[in-house]
Every structure is written in structure tokens, then in C-alpha cells.
Nanobody, 118 residues
């Protein structure tokens, strides 16, 4: 069974930075895509960024392009989300997710809170 454990959330002022980590275990992730989603109070969960385990192709939501960077460390089975130039509207619970190629997002972490103060 795939397990995803996020860490690194917290409170930061607008313009600041945070790095989220997602430690993955339970499978060989060579055929997986890993991603980050977020959910703000009263809003639906939305896609933030994704990365393929093989090749490292990356995808971003328009709202975070140029500010957020997703990366992975294959040796540590860990995915990161570096968040720079944070805005109050980035405040949300951030979730790590994973899926096998040609499948839907199937595995989710428990979430980590990111709060950006103005």
C-alpha cells in the first residue's frame, strides 16, 4: 500500500518561502506521477503541480507558475514543493498525491497547513 506523508507547512508572511516534503513508501514509483494539490476553506481541492518519477517532467497550475517548483529525490523517495513569493491566496491545506500512469490520482497524504499572512 502506498503511503504519503507530508511535512514542512507552517505560517509565513507574504513574500516569504516554504518547502513542503512528501515522503513516499510502499511501492516502486517508477511508473508513478507525483503531485501536489491544495484546498482552501470553502473551496474545492485544486491541482498545484505534478512531476513524473521517470524523466522528471513537470506541470504547474497557472496560479503558481514561476513561483513554485516541484522536484523529486529518487534515492529518498521524496517529492518537494518549493514555494516562493507566497501570497495570502496560497493559504490552504496542501496534499501530496500519487497515481500510476494512465490512472487517476489514487493515493493521498494527510495534508499539511500553509498559512500566508498579509
Amino acid at each position: 500500500q502506498v503511503q504519503l506523508v507530508e511535512s514542512g507547512g507552517g505560517l509565513v508572511q507574504a513574500g516569504g518561502s516554504l518547502r513542503l516534503s512528501c515522503a513516499a513508501s510502499g511501492r516502486t514509483f517508477r511508473r508513478y506521477e507525483m503531485g501536489w494539490f491544495r484546498q482552501a476553506p470553502g473551496k474545492e481541492r485544486e491541482f498545484v503541480a505534478a512531476i513524473t518519477w521517470i524523466g522528471g517532467s513537470t506541470y504547474y497550475a497557472d496560479s503558481v507558475k514561476g513561483r513554485f517548483t516541484i522536484s523529486r529525490d529518487s534515492a529518498k523517495n521524496t517529492v518537494y514543493l518549493q514555494m516562493n513569493s507566497l501570497k495570502p491566496e496560497d493559504t490552504a491545506v496542501y496534499y501530496c498525491a500519487a497515481h500510476e500512469t494512465a490512472s487517476s490520482w489514487s493515493y493521498w497524504g494527510q495534508g499539511t497547513q500553509v498559512t500566508v499572512s498579509s
